[in-house]
């Protein structure tokens, strides 16, 4: 093979078009396309840097045969910065599976991480309820298998970060009061960097009853923590 390009994640702003590093502005200048969910989304963050870098459309039900051009493209030494709308792709993010496909190839093509701004970190560093370790559940099931998923995570002994949202919070709510327990500590984020960004938390009762005093829009991050170690 000759010379490979290079995969570069980079991380993007979750809000605020200012969280982002001097590196990753440098990286989306110097590549030869932008991988991105949504080129209408990415578009605003090139414009607002003053970048004219081409983007390429990359999302969760892309085609295989999409993946295997990328991939080409790469091997062909092109230069891509993949990119989600927000945050760190590869992260609960269809990035992923593009990631793991490359890695998992017989090739040569250098993944690098730009990190930067990632929700999970944001929220977990102002809840004060991580002490050294958590669970990162992502997005719960709707449906099928989220009685499953709830009865798994109970039985956890560390706080869980879920990614959730408003139009479900109220019911996931009431499952964790099932499942872990009236006593079980919660610490919500709301609109992470945004205009309208509120965070609060306490015992699980206490946010159900106050929940109507908030608003539930945008995009809401979720800490669950016992106050009890569960017992085998």
């Not at 590196?23 to 969910?37: G, P, S, Y």
């Not at 092109?78 to 190839?105: C, E, F, R, W």
């Amino acid at each position: 093979m000759k010379n490979a390009g290079i995969l570069y994640i980079v991380a993007t702003p979750i809000g605020n078009l200012e969280d982002i590093t001097f590196r990753a502005v440098r990286i989306l200048e110097d590549v030869d396309v932008v991988l991105c969910e949504d080129t209408r989304v990415t578009h605003k963050l090139l414009e607002h840097y003053h970048l004219e870098t081409k983007t390429m459309s990359y999302f969760q039900h892309s085609a295989l045969a999409k993946v295997d051009t990328i991939i080409k493209m790469l091997e062909d030494g092109v230069k891509m910065a993949l990119v989600t709308d927000a945050g760190t792709p590869g992260i609960s993010d269809p990035g992923q599976a593009l990631i793991h496909s490359i890695q998992m190839a017989d090739n040569s093509i250098p993944i690098i991480p730009i990190p930067g701004s990632s929700a999970l970190t944001a929220v977990a560093s102002v809840s004060g309820m991580i002490e050294k370790e958590f669970y990162f559940a992502g997005f719960l099931p709707k449906k099928k298998g989220r009685q499953t998923e709830f009865k798994l995570l109970s039985l956890l002994n560390c706080p869980i970060i879920i990614y959730e949202s408003p139009l479900r919070l109220e019911k996931t709510l009431k499952d964790i009061s099932e499942y872990f327990g009236s006593k079980t500590e919660v610490f919500i984020a709301r609109e992470v960097t945004k205009m309208f960004e509120e965070y609060w938390g306490g015992k699980i009762l206490d946010v159900m009853r106050e929940l109507s005093e908030h608003t539930l829009k945008g995009e809401v991050v979720l800490i669950v923590k016992r106050s009890d170690k569960f017992k085998i």
